[in-house]
């Protein structure tokens, strides 16, 4: 395929873009005058604010080009990774989880284990989420790079160092507060950049009805009843009915239950942005307001897939193959891209890519600063060096970010020499993460857990998931790092199904080991120190001197109740 | 905080919606613009809808910032 060539317009674009967010870091340099206004925000950004952050923080790149990839792969059932994969865990964690996280005063999710459980179950989750955001931050750094070289033939080297040193700097300067800034910018611009696309992309096919008939010989012609692409829940009855080959079973119960609130309820990267909201209610409100666009977001980065696919379908064959090979068939991941260079003349080609390039560079944020406090306040200052002054911490956070920002280099080129060693570090995080919900289920709402429970509980969860992905393997995959290495016990449709089901055991193992080893342990913490940490022996908040659109269980309701609507309207 | 994210916002998106709306009103002869977006010089339409997001972020900002300055 040709380079992308972007015009001069295009580049000042994109270098105003830059000198925005390196003179918003400056700015806020001068905010920074203790360790909790760098890692914490000094607890005093609006909701408004937060909760686009919250949003952001998981819309890197990779994701907005993944999804669209997605959407022309499967197709509208895509949009369960939003309807039902974030939209109740979030609700969830407004409703239930907040109060804790926000009113125990933790610092961190680790820290907030450490005060329900123990120091070890602490320890467990800082280490393993610690390494787990330098790598992620590293290969997505890889990923986009080589992303950039094939599309505009730009330099490997110059692309991670470049962006790297943006971000850099501007954490370094600013902290949390710089992060949760620039994530707000990168929302307005996807949001502003991306809509004119989809508007054009979806004019170019002629509108929605068309768009339906479009799709439908896309599923025919491999083997699908008409409607699959435009149908969110009709085809779900089995894996066979679906091209993702998932059950409507393993969708909600792996997708929407263990997954989605493993992640959204549990993930330091995101629930940071809300610890960083200015009171309690600011800090429910921010998964809700991050909800509202969020359910609207499949039209954004979904929909374009889904045009792509039925114009290439059509014979527009404007896609490119994977290592430009037709045997390996299109590459989903240029869908995006090649829109915005088939729909875009020079100016807004920029736009669209400067939203490509925020949403990189976010990304890669969120986990620099959810990894320098997570270092300084649950590694650094709990075991390494404790009892220093908050100066002496504020320096290790900027110690720690350009320390992060190294390690994240590392990874990048790390991963680009050996793929495999990076495919099996983060099939191992996953093992790790899967169970993680049951912990901090059990741990907020029944007292009687105990450390020993929680800690062994995470540990045979873990194991759990390994077992069973020793034991699973896809249809067409090789034993090995795809699974079955133990025995090929359980054959799934296909590699998300398996995924799905490995969550669905590592949960349950957890969740029922953790329940027996606290009834055979002591416990150990009593009511007085559980409380504000425990559902049962925290009071009640008061929320009723509010007006309605500020109770958080007013809005979630409004919020569960339009995500049921959109899952009707496109049933 | 005092320092209200309207204002970067409000100046960026202003900044980039002037520019959209002079490139797209220059370029709008170059055929290779208008028939590139299905007929419609997006440039220019889009560049105001940024421009007038951009100036009521900026309003938004100068607004809450006489709020306070009247407390």
Same mark, same amino acid.
Request: glycine share 10%; with cysteine.
């Given at each position: ?45 609006? /909701? ?26 499967? !197709? ?17 964690? /407004? ?61 490997? *080297? ?16 600013? !902290? ?29 096919? !002629? ?39 998932? !059950? ?165 080129? #790390? ?7 990076? *495919? ?60 079955? #290495? ?84 496109? #049933? | ?14 900044? =980039? ?25 997006? *440039?220019? #339409?889009?560049? =105001? ?23």
């Amino acid at each position: 395929m040709q380079p992308i060539h972007l015009a001069g317009v295009d580049y000042a674009i994109l270098f105003i873009y830059f000198a925005f967010i390196l003179v918003v870091g400056w700015i806020l340099k001068r905010y920074m005058k203790g360790s909790a206004d760098f890692f914490l925000s000094g607890r005093s950004i609006p /909701a408004w604010v937060t909760g686009l952050a919250f949003l952001s923080a998981n819309l890197g790149a990779q994701e907005v080009i993944g999804m669209a990839a997605s959407g022309a792969q499967y !197709g509208i059932m895509t949009s369960h990774f939003y309807w039902v994969g974030a939209i109740p865990a979030m609700v969830f964690l /407004a409703i239930f989880m907040m109060p804790f996280y926000y009113g125990s005063k933790a610092r961190s999710v680790p820290e907030y284990l450490k005060m329900r459980f123990d120091e070890k179950t602490r320890g467990f989750n800082a280490i393993s989420f610690a390494v787990m955001t330098v790598f992620s931050s590293g290969i997505s750094m890889h990923v986009f790079a080589l992303l950039l070289g094939k599309l505009m033939n730009w330099d490997y *080297n110059v692309c991670i160092i470049v962006s790297a040193a943006i971000v850099l700097v501007y954490i370094f300067l600013g !902290g949390l507060t710089s992060a949760i800034y620039n994530e707000v910018l990168q929302f307005f611009l996807i949001v502003l950049g991306f809509a004119p696309l989809v508007f054009l992309a979806l004019k170019g096919v !002629g509108g929605w009805g068309a768009l339906k008939e479009k799709l439908i010989p896309v599923a025919t012609s491999q083997g699908f009843a008409p409607g699959t692409w435009t149908d969110s829940w009709q085809h779900l009855g089995s894996p066979t009915d679906n091209p993702m080959g998932v !059950g409507w079973f393993g969708m909600v119960a792996g997708l929407g239950f263990v997954l989605s609130f493993g992640y959204w309820c549990t993930d330091f990267l995101v629930v940071q942005r809300a610890m960083a909201a200015k009171s309690m209610s600011a800090a429910r409100r921010t998964p809700l307001i991050a909800a509202v666009p969020k359910m609207l977001f499949p039209a954004l980065v979904i929909l374009p897939g889904m045009i792509g696919i039925a114009m290439y379908q059509a014979g527009d064959h404007f896609l490119p193959f994977l290592d430009n090979d037709p045997a390996k068939g299109i590459d989903y991941n240029m869908t995006i891209p090649m829109l915005l260079v088939k729909y875009f003349p020079a100016g807004m080609l920029g736009v669209g890519f400067t939203a490509l390039m925020a949403s990189f560079m976010s990304g890669m944020a969120g986990n620099v600063t959810a990894f320098n406090t997570v270092w300084t306040y649950d590694i650094y200052q709990s075991y390494i060096a404790p009892g220093k002054s908050d100066s002496h911490y504020l320096w290790m956070g900027r110690a720690a970010t350009v320390g992060g920002i190294v390690l994240s280099i590392g990874t990048a080129y #790390w991963a680009s020499q050996s793929g495999n060693i990076m *495919n099996l570090l983060q099939l191992v995080f996953s093992f790790v993460n899967a169970p993680l919900f049951a912990t901090f289920l059990l741990g907020m709402f029944w007292r009687r857990a105990t450390g020993h429970g929680a800690f062994f509980g995470l540990l045979g969860g873990t194991i759990g998931a390994a077992l069973f992905h020793g034991i699973s393997l896809a249809v067409g995959a090789a034993p090995g790092i795809k699974g079955a #290495w133990i025995a090929k016990e359980y054959l799934f449709r296909s590699n998300m199904g398996q995924n799905f089901w490995i969550a669905i055991v590592a949960w349950t193992t957890c969740f029922v080991l953790t329940i027996l080893i606290s009834l055979m342990t002591r416990r150990n913490k009593t009511d007085e120190q559980l409380k504000g940490l425990v559902y049962s022996l925290t009071p009640k908040l008061e929320t009723g001197h509010e007006p309605w659109y500020k109770r958080p269980v007013t809005i979630g309701i409004l919020v569960l109740a339009a995500a049921m609507v959109l899952n009707i309207i496109f #049933w | 905080m005092n320092f209200d994210l309207r204002l970067p916002i409000g100046i960026m998106f202003s900044l =980039l919606g002037a520019i959209l709306v002079v490139f797209g009103l220059v370029t709008r002869g170059g055929d290779m613009y208008a028939a590139h977006s299905l007929g419609i010089n997006i *440039n220019f #339409w889009w560049g =105001l809808v940024l421009l007038v997001f951009g100036i009521l972020m900026l309003l938004g900002a100068a607004l809450a910032r006489n709020k306070r300055n009247g407390k």
